[in-house]
T-cell receptor
């Protein structure tokens, strides 16, 4: 199994500022993902965090707005840049364990409110 | 594009009731996940199904591949079962998951 520590768990941010969310896993994992969950909506994949290279972004998400780092196999960060109220969401880190096929784990989520 | 539909969107039950949440999807899949999201936002994986039925405690999950449908059942529901239950599917060899919007379950004492 994998235990994911995500922080901050909750924050209120000013419009125009940026916030970095951290995701720490207690074991080395190959696949690490960042999701957004807007109020009342399903989870949407932002990007796949790749160790040692640029993240792979989904349609509608760009690196300038959501820069991602993944310096090693246990840690990643997601930055939400130049925030607007539309960025108010839960952001979730997720990992998949290739040792146990199709097993997925999520962090506790970071609930951001932009005012 | 694989669409995932859940029903009902909201469900209120009395403690002890038998609960059923449904999930339908539109294309062939390699796996279906049932997830539980607590009010704080954290998500826990309950089941992964590729066929048949799985049981864990009071939770039972079934899948019918031909009908592209899965159900999550909770027997003897309890207020601590109150959460959002989310269905997610993976199509073929694609590592990406498609999520339903979730079912908000409230179990009253």
């Amino acid at each position: 199994s994998a235990v994911i520590s995500q922080k901050p768990s909750r924050d209120i941010c000013q419009r125009g500022t940026s916030l970095t969310i951290q995701c720490q896993v207690d074991s080395q994992v190959t696949m690490m993902f960042w999701y957004r969950q807007q109020p009342g909506q399903s989870l949407t994949l932002i990007a796949t965090a790749n160790q040692g290279s640029e993240a792979t972004y989904e349609s509608g998400f760009v690196i300038d707005k959501f820069p991602i780092s993944r310096p090693n196999l246990t840690f990643s960060t997601l930055t939400v840049s130049n925030m607007s109220p539309e960025d108010s969401s839960i952001y979730l880190c997720s990992v998949e364990d290739r040792q146990v096929p199709d097993t997925i784990y999520f962090g506790e989520g970071s609930w951001l409110t932009v005012v | 594009k694989n669409e995932v539909e859940q029903s009902p969107q909201n469900l209120t039950a009395q403690e002890g009731e038998f609960i059923t949440i449904n999930c339908s999807y539109s294309v062939g899949i390699s796996a279906l996940h049932w997830l539980q999201q607590h009010p704080g936002g954290g998500i826990v994986s309950l089941f992964m199904l590729s066929s048949g039925k799985k049981k864990h405690g009071r939770l039972i999950a079934t899948i019918n591949i031909q009908e592209k449908h899965s159900s999550l059942h909770i027997t003897a529901s309890h207020p601590r079962d109150s959460a959002v239950y989310i269905c997610a599917v993976r199509s073929g060899s694609n590592y990406k998951l498609t999520f339903g919007k979730g079912t908000l379950l409230t179990v009253n004492p």
